[in-house]
């Protein structure tokens, strides 16, 4: 498929995106509320139900960082909807089982039935998306194209809770369900593939890719990226010989981890605390969900030409931050819902490290590049939820230290912080190495021998 410079001919994947992300979403405010039914009734606080949680998380995590570079890597070779096909469809069966019943016998038989499915489907459909929207979008609108993306998932994410909020437990996994099989056919019968040519003629990270950016590789080093990953161990590699992709692999590591840690965290804390119950849950996304949209789709874009991806990546950051610590100090039910308005800067930093990375590839390595990120983010939900599931239950629970039970909420807080510092500290890395490179400190050798020192030396001061 053509590159193009208009977003219309993305429309069956943002239509496929948005009932894909219906299906998923419309669940979310109730399995909370199900989970500690089915394990612990009539109680607020359910210590099993968190580590159950956590436990699938990491399940999920472990496998999803197995299995991200290798769905990317098939994708370049046989196609983003060939890809999809499966992850979408397997989605379908854990939301089916609680579609059918409840209880505490079938509730087990759905936990582990989706924590094996979603060591596939666990991120890989939107990695998949984002590497069909770097296939069709040209180079300069793509931080624009994966806002977009995001804001149609928070538009999906909005309706989904609308619906949620207004409908009985069976019936919202019975929609869930049947949105769930629709996409998958609409995906099948509308979306055109996006790779015609199968063949892989350029390497992971191409020369004439990278740019000057937050992300910048340094000179002379191009040459020596491995061409194809085939294995974790190689990605690693690659990750330590790639300048660009080591630093946006750091700061997608901590802002994942902190996000995970709130995900995994948040719910149990506000219905322990505050005593949310599904409707307020709902509520609360909601509101998250129309910042968020408004924020990707109508404001990314016009702040992406004058910030550039690398000042927007650091303000969302600050702000999630910022977040996170005001969840965990609240003092009153509506803190919350304040806190959610912060979405609308902090929702800024995942489509941005995207359009950083999908810049250092070509066209038909899309796949493998979005891959290694999401594996990245898989790492750090396997280690989050060894951090902050323990440490939720312990604070949430009558055993706890001192009377904080937010205080996992700022632990997670202080990892998006680390990525924020990260993020700034790249930033500076930059301007230094302009500097350089405009004084002519870094000056090219017949010899060579000096010219590898500089670049060591350049190296070891940027990093």
Known sequence: MEETTTFRGLRHLFMTI??????????????????????????????????????????????????????????????????????????????????????????YIYYVLKTF??????????????????????ENQRASAFGILTGIGSCAFVCANCCARFLSTTATFQVATTVAIFSTVYMRIFLPDSIRD?????????????????????????NQISRT???????????????????????SFFSSLGEAGLHASSMYYLKAKFHFNKDQFADLMIIFGIAGSVSQLLFMPILIPTLKEEKLLSI??????????????AWSAWVPYMAAMFSLVSIFPQ?????????????????????????????????SPLAFSPLTGWFLSERAPF?????????????????????????NASARRKQYLESDLIVPSSGGACEEVCIKNLKFNLI
């Open 18 to 107: 948005f009932l894909h992300g219906f299906s998923v979403f419309i669940v979310v405010p109730v399995i909370t509320d199900v989970s500690m039914a089915a394990l612990c009734p009539g109680k607020d606080e359910c210590s099993l139900a968190i580590y159950l949680s956590g436990f699938q998380q990491a399940i999920t995590g472990v496998g999803s960082l197995m299995m991200m570079p290798l769905v990317g890597s098939l994708s370049d070779k046989h196609g983003r909807k060939s890809l999809l096909t499966l992850p979408m469809a397997l989605n379908i069966l854990p939301l089916a089982i609680l579609a059918y019943r409840r209880e505490t016998s079938v509730f």
């Open 117 to 138: 499915t979603s060591i596939f489907c666990e991120g890989s459909v939107l990695c998949l998306a984002l590497a069909y929207v770097a296939d069709n979008v040209s």
């Open 198 to 222: 199968n063949s892989l003629v350029t390497s992971i990270v191409s020369t004439e890719k990278l740019s000057y950016a937050l992300l910048e590789d340094y000179p002379g080093h191009r």
């Open 229 to 251: 990953i085939r294995s974790v161990s190689e990605m690693a590699s690659l990750m330590r010989s790639s300048v660009p992709l080591f630093q946006v692999a750091m700061v």
């Open 316 to 329: 969302g950051l600050f702000f999630g931050c910022a977040h996170m610590f005001l969840l965990g100090m």
């Open 351 to 383: 489509s941005c490290m995207r359009s950083i990375v999908s810049k250092q590839v070509t066209s038909y390595e899309q796949g493998k590049a979005q891959g290694i990120i999401s594996s990245i983010c898989s790492l750090a939900n396997v280690i």
């Open 403 to 427: 009377d904080f039970p937010g205080f996992s909420l700022m632990c997670a807080g202080f990892t998006m912080y680390t990525a924020a510092w990260k993020t700034r500290q790249r930033i």
